[in-house]
C-alpha cells in the first residue's frame, strides 16, 4: 500500500512539492500485479443464468488469437494484447459481460526441434514455455480469466479433436486419399514444408527431396466452399483485404468442362480408341480459337505419352522439376513458363479440328482437370506462351462496338464483345454464349457446364509426433484398407509421451509398439493405430468455443454456453492468418452448425487485422538484430508506459516504427499525471454551485475527451489520437495548475476533472490507473466503474456574439466560438444574411475588425 502521507488536509491548494512522490512503476506494477493474480474472479466472465451476476447484461467476447508457446513474447504479441486488453477494460466499464480469454496453440514443429536440438522432450519444453510467456501476461497486467484457459496439446483438449475427427468420418466429411508429400529417402519420413529447404532436407543438406504419393487424411472443406464464399458478403465487420484473400483463396469459377479426343499419329502402335483429354475452360466461347492442348507433366496422358517416349519422358521429367522447384518456394506465380510439344493430337469436338499437344511446367495436375486448351488470342498466359513457341494466334472474340475489330490482342474482354469464326454461335455475346456452347457439349456428351474452386479439402495427415493422433485403427483380418474408428468412450486415444523422436525411419508413432498395437474393435482381433497426427491448424479452429466451457470434461462445450457468447464479438489478429486459420475455423463452426451444436454460422462478427511493430524500418528479426524486447522496456518504463505507446505510436491497423524515445515520452507523461494527480487527490466538494468560467473551460476540454475517446472505442479505434486527446487535457489541467492552487477552479470541479481523467485512462495504463483510483479514494474497482458519459452541453464550446455595423451602423449580430481569430470573424460577418443585404451592390472598401468587440465594413 501506497503512503498517503501527503493527502492534504482540506481544500485543493497544496503544500510544496517537495513531499510530492515520484512515478515508480517498478514499485507500482507488481504491487497491483500480486493483489490481480490474488483474485480470480476481477477478470473472469460473469454467470448469465437467472440470478447470475451477468444475467440481463449484454455479452461482449473480446478474442486476441492465442499464440504458439514459442517462449518469448515479442513486441507484435505486445501490440496486440494492448488493443484487446483495451477493448476489453473499455467494454466492463460500458456495463457488459465481457468474455476476455487466452490460451496457447501448442502443438507443432518447433517442439520437435528443439527436442532433437536441445534433448527436452516436447511435452516439457512447450509446458515450460507457456509458464515463461504467461508470466510475462501477468507482468503486462493484461486482463485475461485465466480459469479458462486452453492449452492445445493436453489431453484434455485433444480428446476433442479426436473427438470431432470420429463426428466428421461418421459424416463422411473425414476421408482418405492419396496425395503427394515431401519425402526424405535418407530419413525415410515426410518432411513438413518448413522441413525442405532449397529442394532438400533439413537435416540431410544433399538429399534432395521427392515428391511421393502416401494415403492421406482430409477434411471435406470443399463441401462447404460455396457457403464460405456466399459468407464473406455478410462478413462486414471484417476487412475487406481479408475477404477479398479468402474470395481469391476459394476461387470460384463458373464455365465448362470439354473433352478433347486423343490421336496418336498413325503410326504409332498403341493408339487406344477414345482416350480423351478432359479441359476446364471459362470461356468456352473462345473454344473456336484454341490451337493447342496443354497438359501438366504429371497428367495421366502425359504420362501415357512418356512411357511410349524415352527422349520426351526426359523432356516432361524436366518440366515436373521446375514445377516443383518453383512449388517449393511458393515462386509458381513467376515461373518461366516452358512446354514442349509432344508430338500428338487431340480433337477440338466443337469444330473437329485437329490441335498439339504439349505438356507445359506452369499448369498443375490438381487444379481443374490438369489440362487446359491454349487460346492465345484471348488470354495473356496462353498469348505469351505461344509468342515464345511460335503457335498459331486465331482471333474469334471482336468488341461489340462496330470498327473495333483493330483491338490489340490478346483481348480478354467478354463484357461488349461477340464472338466471331466460329460457325453457328457467331454474333452472340460472349456471356450468351458460354451459356449456349457448354448446353450443347452436354447435349452432344462431350462436355457439361460445370463450377470448380481453387478451394481443395484440408489435408490433416502429418507424419509427426506432437500433434493430435487420429483416432482410427486397422485390422488386417476384417479390411486391411478399410480404416476403422475406434469407440467414442475410447478418447482420448493419449499421445506417448516417452519416446525417442531423434531417430529417421518412419513416422515417431509407428515405432511405439505400446501405441500401435490395439485390438480391433469389430473382431477383437489385434489391430493397428492410425500412426498419423492431426494439422495443427485443427486445434486452433474451435478453441475459441472451448474457452466458453473449458472444464467440460463430456463434451467440447455446453451449447447454451457457446450461444450465449458465440459468435465473438471482436476478433482481433495478424493478418497472415486471413486465409488457412480464418477459413478452416467458419469451416468447423459451420461443421459445429451443421451437428447441431452451435446455432451461429460464422466464428466472429468482426475481425480487426493489427499492423506489424518494425524496428528501423524492417521487421523485427533476430537475423537483423533489430529485436526490441518487451521484457527490457518493461525493466526500464513499466508495463503501462511500453502497453500504451504500442497504442500511441500509430494507428493500430498501420505498422509502427518502435522508438524507445517514444516509450520514455510517455512514461514522463504518466510521471505528470502522477504528480498532479497526488497533489490534487484530496479534492472534494459539491459541484451544486454554478460553474466559474475557469471551471466551465477545464469541464469542457474534459467532456470534449470524453467524448472523443468514446467514439474512437466505437468507431475507428484511432487510440493514438484518443491518447493525445488525453495529453491535450493534461496539459490543461497543468496550465490551471496556479488557478487551482489559488482556490479559483472550486474543489468539487478539481474533483470531477481527475476522476475523469483516471478514468479514461483506464484501458490503456491499467496498473497506473489503479494506483490513482486508490489515491483519489476512488470506490471499487476502477475497472468496473461506470465509464464516464459526455454532457454535450458542456462539451459545446462556447460562443460569443460580435456586433457587425456597416459604415458605422448596427446590422446584425453574429455568433463566433469564443478565441476565434480575425479571418473568422470576418468570414462570419460577411456571410451574415442581412449583412449581405445591406451591401449588396456596394463595393466593400474596408473591413475593421476588432477580436472579440466588433466588425465595422466601409462600404461605397
Ligand atoms: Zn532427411
Ligand atoms: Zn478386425
Not at 504458439?68 to 486488453?85: C, E, K, Q
Not at 496422358?301 to 520426351?312: H, I, P, S, T, Y
Given at each position: 500500500?501506497p ?72 513486441m ?13 477494460r ?30 527436452v ?13 504467461k ?62 529447404v ?24 470443399t ?43 498413325s ?28 497438359l ?93 513457341y ?46 449456349k456452347?457448354a ?23 502429418r ?81 475459441f ?25 471482436q ?46 524500418g ?11 524486447s ?18 500511441f ?14 516509450v520514455?515520452?510517455?512514461s ?61 487535457l ?33 484501458p ?78 456596394k463595393?466593400v ?16
Amino acid at each position: 500500500m501506497p503512503e498517503n502521507q501527503n493527502i492534504p488536509q482540506a481544500g485543493t491548494s497544496v503544500t510544496s512539492p517537495q513531499i510530492e512522490q515520484r512515478y515508480a512503476p517498478s514499485e507500482i506494477e507488481p504491487r497491483w500485479q500480486a493483489r490481480w493474480d490474488a483474485d480470480a474472479s476481477l477478470y473472469a466472465a460473469e454467470g448469465h443464468g437467472v440470478g447470475e451476476k451477468g444475467w440481463g447484461k449484454p455479452k461482449y467476447y473480446c478474442l486476441e488469437m492465442l499464440p504458439y508457446p514459442s517462449g518469448a513474447l515479442h513486441m507484435g504479441h505486445v501490440r496486440n494484447y494492448a488493443i484487446g486488453d483495451a477493448l476489453a477494460r473499455h467494454m466492463w466499464m460500458r456495463g457488459y459481460n465481457v468474455l476476455h480469454p487466452m490460451g496457447w496453440d501448442a502443438f507443432g514443429l518447433p517442439a520437435e526441434n528443439a527436442a532433437l536440438k536441445n534433448g527436452v522432450p516436447p511435452r516439457e519444453w512447450t509446458l515450460g514455455n507457456v509458464a515463461a510467456m504467461k508470466k510475462q501476461m501477468r507482468r503486462m497486467g493484461l486482463s485475461y480469466d485465466w480459469s479458462t484457459e486452453v492449452t492445445t496439446c493436453l489431453p484434455d483438449y485433444y480428446r476433442w479433436n479426436q473427438w470431432f475427427f470420429l463426428k466428421m468420418f461418421e459424416k463422411g466429411l473425414a476421408f482418405r486419399k492419396k496425395s503427394k508429400v515431401n519425402w526424405c529417402p535418407e530419413c525415410q519420413t515426410v518432411l513438413a514444408n518448413e522441413q525442405v529447404v532449397g529442394g532438400c532436407c533439413w537435416r540431410h543438406e544433399d538429399t534432395v527431396v521427392e515428391l511421393r504419393d502416401l494415403t492421406q487424411w482430409f477434411l471435406r472443406i470443399t463441401k462447404y466452399a460455396d457457403e464460405l464464399l456466399e459468407g464473406l458478403d455478410k462478413l462486414e465487420g471484417w476487412p475487406e483485404k481479408v475477404r477479398t484473400m479468402q474470395r481469391n483463396w476459394i476461387g470460384r469459377s463458373e464455365g465448362a468442362l470439354v473433352d478433347f479426343e486423343v490421336q496418336r499419329d498413325s503410326e504409332s502402335a498403341s493408339q487406344r480408341v477414345g482416350e480423351k483429354i478432359a479441359v476446364f475452360t471459362t470461356r468456352v466461347d473462345t473454344i473456336f480459337g484454341a490451337t493447342s492442348v496443354q497438359l501438366a507433366p504429371e497428367h495421366a496422358v502425359a504420362k501415357a505419352f512418356a512411357l511410349e517416349d524415352d527422349a520426351l519422358r526426359v523432356q516432361i521429367e524436366g518440366l515436373l522439376a521446375e514445377q516443383q522447384k518453383a512449388r517449393e518456394t511458393d515462386a509458381l506465380g513467376a515461373i518461366e513458363k516452358h512446354g514442349v510439344n509432344t508430338g500428338r493430337f487431340a480433337v477440338n469436338p466443337f469444330n473437329g479440328e485437329r490441335v498439339p499437344i504439349w505438356v507445359a511446367n506452369y499448369i498443375l495436375a490438381d487444379y481443374g482437370t490438369g489440362a487446359i486448351m491454349s487460346v492465345p488470342a484471348h488470354d495473356e498466359r496462353d498469348f505469351e506462351f505461344a509468342q515464345k513457341y511460335g503457335l498459331p494466334v486465331r482471333r474469334v472474340i471482336v468488341p461489340a462496338v462496330a470498327g473495333a475489330e483493330e483491338s490489340v490482342l490478346p483481348f480478354t474482354a467478354e463484357e461488349d464483345a461477340v464472338v466471331v469464326n466460329s460457325g453457328e454461335w457467331s454474333g452472340l455475346e460472349c456471356g450468351v454464349a458460354q451459356g449456349k456452347m457448354a448446353e450443347f457439349a452436354k447435349a452432344k456428351g462431350f462436355g457439361t457446364p460445370t463450377v470448380t474452386y481453387r478451394l481443395k479439402d484440408w489435408g490433416v495427415s502429418r507424419q509427426r509426433y506432437w500433434g493430435t493422433p487420429i483416432p482410427m485403427v486397422y485390422c488386417d483380418g476384417c479390411s486391411p484398407d478399410e480404416p476403422m474408428p475406434v469407440a467414442e468412450s475410447e478418447l482420448p486415444i493419449l499421445l506417448p509421451e516417452q519416446i525417442d523422436i531423434t531417430q529417421t525411419n518412419g513416422s515417431p508413432l509407428g515405432r511405439v509398439a505400446e501405441f500401435v498395437n490395439t485390438t480391433c474393435p469389430k473382431c477383437g482381433g489385434p489391430a493397428r493405430r492410425e500412426t498419423d497426427t492431426m494439422d495443427t491448424f485443427v486445434d486452433s479452429s474451435w478453441y475459441f468455443y472451448r474457452y466458453t466451457d473449458a472444464k467440460n470434461s463430456r463434451a467440447p462445450f455446453d451449447s447454451d454456453k457457446a450461444n450465449y457468447w458465440f459468435p465473438i464479438d471482436q476478433y482481433i489478429g495478424g493478418v497472415e492468418h486471413a486465409i488457412l486459420h480464418l477459413i478452416y475455423s467458419r469451416f468447423w463452426t459451420k461443421v459445429m452448425r451443421d451437428l447441431g451444436m452451435v446455432k451461429n454460422n460464422e466464428p466472429a462478427e468482426r475481425l480487426f487485422t493489427q499492423g506489424m511493430v518494425i524496428k528501423d524500418g524492417a521487421k523485427m528479426s533476430k537475423s537483423k538484430g533489430n529485436v526490441v524486447s518487451p521484457d527490457d522496456m518493461i525493466a526500464r518504463y513499466g508495463a503501462d508506459a511500453t502497453r500504451m505507446y504500442a497504442l500511441f505510436a500509430a494507428p493500430p491497423d498501420r505498422d509502427l516504427e518502435w522508438q524507445e524515445e517514444g516509450v520514455a515520452g510517455i512514461s514522463r507523461f504518466l510521471g505528470k499525471v502522477y504528480r498532479l494527480t497526488t497533489k490534487y487527490s484530496a479534492a472534494a466538494g459539491s459541484t451544486e454551485t454554478a460553474p466559474t468560467p475557469k471551471d466551465q473551460v477545464l469541464l469542457r476540454r474534459l467532456h470534449q475527451t470524453i467524448a472523443k475517446i468514446t467514439q474512437d472505442f466505437d468507431g475507428r479505434w484511432h487510440f493514438n489520437t484518443s491518447i493525445s486527446s488525453i495529453m491535450i487535457l493534461v496539459n490543461e489541467i497543468a496550465a490551471n495548475e496556479a488557478a487551482m492552487d489559488d482556490g479559483e477552479i472550486s474543489s468539487a470541479i478539481v474533483a470531477e476533472v481527475f476522476r475523469g481523467l483516471i478514468l479514461l485512462l483506464a484501458p490503456f495504463a491499467p496498473f497506473f490507473v489503479a494506483e490513482m483510483w486508490e489515491q483519489i479514494g476512488g470506490e471499487g474497482v476502477v475497472f468496473r466503474t461506470q465509464w464516464p458519459v459526455v454532457n454535450e452541453e458542456l462539451a459545446r464550446e462556447d460562443e460569443i456574439e460580435i456586433p457587425v455595423q456597416v459604415n458605422g451602423k448596427l446590422v446584425n449580430v453574429v455568433k463566433v466560438p469564443a478565441g476565434s481569430d480575425e479571418a473568422v470573424v470576418r468570414a462570419a460577418a460577411l456571410a451574415d444574411m442581412k449583412v449581405m443585404a445591406r451591401i449588396e451592390g456596394k463595393t466593400v472598401v474596408k473591413v475593421i475588425v476588432v477580436p472579440g468587440k466588433l466588425v465595422n465594413l466601409v462600404v461605397k
